[in-house]
């Protein structure tokens, strides 16, 4: 035997007993898990699952393996929970057991493990408080922040008018005014529409919304030790970080030069604030880090949901233009023409709410949630799951749940109605996921779905660019968030009765 042949025969011994060793080591943690299709080395459950559309993939194998099972995303297992029942009894009913954040690998490069969203322990749990309190203190969740509403709602108003009748694509128009409003509580301020460093930002956080959203985002999750040397789309995701995180500590910077502890203008004074506080305790959680990714998550997060669902629920509302007349309808009754929308509106409008809640879950914006993972050894179900483990809770499955929704591939608003056609309230509605880690900012979401979405309507009508049997509500990609297809429409004045 020559050297090459040797050593091609050394390799395959070294490799074979690495993974026997790897197995070995991992079988008892194995033995512990729910059941699932079996894992190839290396690339783990890589040909059961489909890259474009994981969810898909994921509904497939609980048909055979039930509501939890275990999936392997290349080399580690991950707990899938399918259907409301499973995500209730591990989001809520052990809340506390699986309340940490799960491996986000295409996040975590950028953040690692500072901010809001993607870190864990007591960090986690000292931000969050302070996140919490600092935005009720800036009026998240009362007046002051519906009358900031509701001014964005009349710039956008404005903005609208100027397109004439003509055709246009609405994604940026949409980021405009709702990242307005989290940008006035973080930084103090709005930006003009036409603002250039505005736009930019607002386009790094689309382009990265969509590339996490696509094929190389997934694959990066699932091989980032690879992903991180080969080159492709996914590499973009990581320079719009950067490029975002650099206008963050401008903001910061400026902040930090004007500071005046009597008088704090916004969320980043009131973290600088605290910083100086804690300066010589060592084991404080905030610092310049943390106050960089946690104004991250609320820029990034305040911004992108809200939009896509507004953009997403104009084009099924142009689908089904007999739930839109409804719309009009309600809103002509109830607001009029000649005031603003108003949240004490909402409860007199239980067919306008309906809709709304059924554009949210029938998009289901963010399908998978955020990772979570198991911060103590739990038992679930009879299974002994240990610490650490990674946990995917398909809020789809939740969403789409027929033992929860009548008809749930259909788009429905009396999914949120009784029999009297008042609002009906559904616990399998989880659009801002659940648990411990619900999104700190979902009162503020739902205040800038109500109000943007009657005062548009209220305003216009809109009309598409191809009949409605033609538009296409499918996503365009899903992963972390399901992105709606561009379109164009028009938006029509409406003429005052």
């Not at 499973?86 to 009913?93: S, W």
């Not at 295409?106 to 864990?120: C, H, L, M």
Request: charged residues 20%.
């Amino acid at each position: 035997m020559d050297a090459s042949g040797a050593l091609l025969v050394f390799l395959i011994i070294f490799l074979s007993c690495l993974m026997l060793f790897r197995n070995g080591k991992g079988w008892k943690k194995e033995m512990q898990l729910p059941p699932g299709p079996s894992p190839l080395p290396v690339i783990g459950n890589l040909l059961q699952l489909d890259m474009k559309d994981m969810v898909k993939s994921l509904t497939m194998l609980s048909e055979k393996y039930g509501s939890v099972y275990t999936v392997y995303m290349g080399t580690e297992p991950s707990v899938v929970l399918y259907g409301y029942k499973a995500v209730k009894e591990a989001l809520i009913d052990q809340g506390e057991e699986f309340s940490g954040r799960g491996e986000y690998p295409v996040v975590f490069r950028f953040t690692q493990g500072n901010g809001i969203a993607f870190t864990n322990g007591e960090k986690w749990k000292n931000l969050r408080r302070f996140a919490l309190q600092t935005l009720r203190n800036f009026g998240v969740g009362k007046k002051s922040i519906e009358e900031r509403i509701k001014e964005e709602a009349y710039f956008l108003v404005k903005e609208f008018k100027k397109t004439n009748e003509e055709p246009f694509d609405p994604t940026f128009v949409m980021s405009k005014a709702v990242s307005n409003v989290i940008c006035s509580v973080v930084f103090g301020n709005r930006f003009d529409y036409t603002d250039k460093s505005f736009l930019t930002l607002l386009g790094l956080i689309n382009e990265n919304f969509q590339l996490m959203s696509s094929i190389w985002g997934t694959l990066y999750n699932i091989y980032p030790n690879v992903m991180k040397h080969l080159p492709g789309p996914h590499n973009k995701i990581f320079s719009n970080f950067e490029k975002l995180k650099l206008f963050v500590l401008e903001r910061i910077k400026m902040h930090d030069e004007m500071f005046d502890a009597n008088c704090p203008r916004d969320f980043i004074d009131c973290f600088l604030s605290k910083m100086k506080q804690e300066e010589q305790n060592p084991e404080t959680s905030f610092h310049t880090e943390t106050l960089v990714m946690t104004t991250h998550n609320l820029f990034f997060g305040g911004t992108e949901t809200v939009s896509t669902t507004l953009r997403y629920g104009f084009l099924i509302l142009m689908k089904y233009p007999e739930i839109k007349a409804k719309v009009h309808e309600e809103i002509d009754q109830v607001i009029g023409q000649n005031r603003c929308p108003a949240i004490e509106d909402r409860n007199k409008m239980p067919y306008t709410d309906a809709v709304i809640h059924e554009v949210q879950r029938f998009t289901d914006i963010i399908p998978m949630s955020l990772p979570h993972c198991l911060i103590r050894d739990t038992m679930f179900r009879g299974y002994t799951l240990p610490r650490g483990t990674n946990v995917i809770p398909v809020l789809t499955s939740v969403h789409y749940d027929p033992t929860q929704y009548k008809n749930p591939a259909m788009f429905d608003p009396h999914n949120f109605l009784d029999n009297n056609n008042s609002f009906k309230k559904n616990d399998a509605f989880m659009p801002f996921s659940t648990g411990k880690r619900v999104c700190l900012g979902e009162g503020l979401a739902r205040m800038e779905l109500f109000l943007y979405f009657t005062t548009i309507l209220q305003n216009f009508d809109m009309k598409p660019v191809v009949s409605p049997d033609q538009i296409d509500i499918t996503p365009l990609s899903s992963g972390l968030g399901n992105v709606p297809r561009p379109y164009q429409f028009c938006l029509i004045p409406r003429l005052k009765h």
